[in-house]
């Protein structure tokens, strides 16, 4: 049975709740800095990405998972090496917009 024809409400929490995970998730500097450097730099790998924002490769690798799991980023893999990106420019005009609400 498809409750979210029986409850609209629980299709409008669904979104609430997609909203709070994707903010949580950018709620560290780190992956914030991940995110603006991916914004910036088009696709990366984790060592690129580690020494763009000043974090050891494991940490950025960590971030990066949580990133993911957020559908915030996106990987591919090419050749031997694993590029991540953006899954939607809509992310980067976020982190842009929070930045200049917070000049």
């Keep these: 049975m498809d409750l979210t024809l ?15 995970d994707l903010l949580a998730a950018l709620g560290s500097p780190a ?12 696709p990366l790998d984790v060592g690129q990405l580690a020494a763009k924002v000043d974090l050891s490769v494991a940490n950025c690798s960590q971030h990066l998972t949580r990133l993911r799991a957020a559908r915030i980023v996106t990987s591919r893999k090419t050749g031997n090496r694993v590029l991540n990106s953006l899954t939607n420019s809509s992310i980067a005009t976020l982190v842009a917009n929070a930045d200049g609400i917070c000049r």
């Design 6 to 20: 029986e409850h609209p409400h629980l299709d409008q929490r669904r979104g609430r709740d997609c909203a709070a």
């Design 31 to 42: 992956r914030l800095a991940i995110v603006r450097a991916l914004a910036a730099d088009g």
